[in-house]
């Protein structure tokens, strides 16, 4: 009679599967990001982003005497990953020397801006998905744009 022999473990197999799938996400991820400027239109189209969202800021002003009061342009920001958060924003305030209304910015600027809530704000999308709200307040005009 031979003796019970307990045959050898076999080696678990479910950390390799762990592993190997948690270094195929952190390739997926590495490579999305890489490619992102590439799919954005490189740093050209960076620049002409950010030129077009300015361009869209200095049309707004739709008489004399508005006050630029206060102005962040949006700057380039290479790892940026338009996911979740927007890669450009700017944000603009004139003061304006007559009382200004939303009906008054939409007619001037030609976007097809949406009321809700606020009567006092419009919003909308305008030319590829730039997110534009304007506000206005007693002599006063605040523009947020973002992508």
Known sequence: ???????????K???WVVGGAAIVVLCL???VVSLMPVVRGGPGGETAR?????SIADGIPTGDGWELTAASD???DPGCIPLENPCHSLDRTWSTPVQVTVDDLRAS??????TFANPDCAFGTVHENLDISLCVRSYEVVLRMHD
């Open 109 to 114: 600027t030609g976007f097809s801006l949406k």
């Open 13 to 15: 197999v479910w950390p």
């Open 1 to 11: 009679m031979h003796p019970y022999v307990v045959p050898p473990k076999k080696p």
């Open 29 to 31: 991820g590495i490579m």
């Open 50 to 54: 950010i030129q077009e969202m300015i």
């Open 74 to 76: 949006p700057k380039n």
